[in-house]
Antibody, heavy 117, light 110 residues
């Protein structure tokens, strides 16, 4: 069974940093492209980033480019999202996603990041 | 900036059929955008219903089907049931790089 367990959410001040992690199990992590998607309270889904299977290629939505960095440790089956220069509008539930290809996504349960003073 | 469009809300009677659509602010949706659909009930993580235009994810009943209708992607639900009442999101793969979600459709079964 595919399991994706996010952690690292919490309250952070504007301008601060936060690192999210996603522990993956139940599939070949090193062979999978991974994504982050977020959802602000009461709002819709927004794709944030994608990293390829060996971590050599990442791509980001314009709203986070230059501030967020996605990385992975295939030896530990872990995906990470380093979030810097956080803004109030980054407040959201962040979902870790395994991409199976062509839009088939396996979703984690999400972790809430609140950016507020 | 390209926007992916969905109806904000829709209603269907129990046992009825409803078609939700997913379009582009400019241009037509084609299979090359790999339109995919997700269902989310409040407080829960989304789950994949349809991917690659018309392929049902594992365990999804055949009451759910995907297609291209005109210039949009479509999700059709036949024989609507009470637990189909949810938010439905589509996503498109744009510029061969980015996934962009639509704003979601809130479906009411009444």
């Amino acid at each position: 069974e595919v399991q994706l367990v996010e952690s690292g959410g919490g309250l952070v001040q504007p301008g601060g940093s936060r690192r999210l992690s996603c522990a993956a199990s139940g599939f070949t992590f090193s062979g999978s492209w991974m994504h982050w998607v977020r959802q602000a309270p009461g709002k819709g889904l927004v794709w944030v980033s994608r990293i390829n299977n060996d971590g050599s290629n990442t791509i980001y939505a314009d709203s986070v480019k230059g501030r967020f960095i996605s990385s992975r440790d295939n030896a530990k089956n872990t995906l990470s999202l380093q979030m810097n220069s956080l803004r109030v509008e980054d407040t959201a539930v962040y979902y870790c996603i395994r991409g199976r290809g062509f839009g088939e996504f396996d979703w984690g349960q999400g972790t809430l990041v609140t950016v507020s003073s | 900036q390209t926007v992916v469009t969905q109806e904000p809300s829709f209603s269907v009677s129990p046992g009825g059929t409803v078609t939700l659509t997913c379009g582009l602010s400019s241009g037509s949706v084609s299979t090359s955008y790999y339109p995919s659909w997700y269902k989310q009930t409040p407080g829960q993580a989304p789950r994949t219903l349809i991917y690659n235009t018309n392929t049902r994810s594992s365990g999804v009943p055949d009451r759910f089907s995907g297609s291209i209708l005109g210039n949009k992607a479509a999700l059709t639900i036949t024989g609507a049931q009470a637990d189909d009442e949810s938010n439905y999101y589509c996503v498109l793969y744009l510029d061969s790089a980015f996934w962009v979600f639509g704003g979601g459709t809130t479906l009411t079964v009444l």
